[in-house]
């Protein structure tokens, strides 16, 4: 693991506390899950999708944290596990139950919290070569065959089977992306970092469409304090890269694009600031990139939120 992060929010300190809190809390629902009976069955599907998001999150903030691209896919068959799981305890408690639903959570690509969540895991499979087997228990997870133009042809660039839809279910962001990937190879570039720029800022939603990641980190509706940020991270760029070989080299400065996930050591690091007496290092969120690229002007805007890019 590297001493610095990858991040440009967040000190190592603050990294590699919530990193440990999110491995711990994977490790101990996982072993809730396996061995002991649940004193609300009922809740017991969202617990398990619960735990899934949280593996997701572990790797998210491990990279973040600066460790190794090749340490982070070990924590992938967890993540399925545990999304298996709850659908089949769904299914289970509906029935038993009388239930529509007994999850939090809106499984349908048409839904913007459920298509960003597959888009990102399709992503992270694609960036980190994940086997096989797991590969195809993704594609059962997400299903959807058919019904989003661009996460299906992203998917069929390892699937080549796949159904391809007619129809881009969200429009904002994901219209920069798909005019990226069927832009003349000599344009791809300069769309890609068009889709990166706004990707953040256009996926704002109101209401139960607002993205559940959206305002971590945010220094008003959730501040770093609160320990919930793992990074915003556009994955679903890097899945564009590494399905249609776009070039990216324009991308590898800005905050939101991991970069190493295609090949590790090609983004920036940011060490923690020089504090000056007196300083509560606690509360240093921005760093300086290092390896020689600059930041621009992205990283001091990074949290400010939507409203205030316009």
């Known amino acids: 693991m590297s001493n610095l992060p990858r991040a440009g929010v967040g000190n190592i300190c603050y990294w590699d506390r919530w990193t440990k809190f999110s491995m ?96 990102c895991l399709v992503g992270l499979a694609l960036a980190l070569d ?12 997400i299903g959807g065959e058919g019904a989003d133009e661009l996460l299906d042809r992203v998917i069929a660039s390892r699937h080549p089977s796949r159904q391809i839809g007619t129809e881009l279910l969200h429009i904002r962001p994901y219209a920069r992306l798909l005019k990226a990937v069927d832009a003349p190879s000599e344009q791809q570039a300069s769309q890609l970092l068009d889709f990166v720029d706004h990707w953040y800022v256009e996926l704002e939603r109101k209401g139960n469409q607002r993205l559940w990641w959206y305002d971590y980190g ?35 400065d800005h905050p939101h694009y991991p970069g190493d996930l295609i090949q590790d050591g090609r983004s920036p690091r940011y060490p923690d600031p020089v504090p000056t007496t007196g300083t509560d290092m606690s509360q240093i969120e921005f760093g300086s990139a290092t390896h020689g690229r ?11 939120g939507p409203d205030r890019h316009r």
């Open 24 to 119: 711990e809390a994977v490790s101990e629902n996982m072993r809730i899950m396996d061995d002991e009976a649940s004193k609300n069955p009922i809740y017991e599907p969202q617990f398990a999708f619960n735990t899934s998001i949280e593996c997701r999150r572990l790797i998210l903030s491990r990279y973040s944290r600066g460790d190794a691209v090749g340490e982070l896919a070990k924590h992938f068959p967890k993540l399925l596990s545990s999304w298996e799981y709850s659908d089949r305890l769904a299914a289970e408690v509906c029935r038993k139950h009388g239930l529509k639903t007994c999850r939090d959570w809106a499984f349908s690509l048409r839904d913007m919290n459920h298509y960003n969540w597959c888009f």
């Open 218 to 252: 945010d220094p008003i509706k959730n501040p770093l304090e609160m320990g919930s940020y793992f990074g915003r991270w556009c994955i679903e760029a890097v899945a564009a890269v590494k399905a249609f070989g776009i070039d990216d080299t324009g991308c590898l």
């Open 130 to 141: 994940i086997p096989e087997d797991q590969w195809l228990r993704l594609l059962t997870l």
């Open 294 to 304: 600059p930041a621009r002007n992205w990283l001091s805007r990074l949290l400010l």
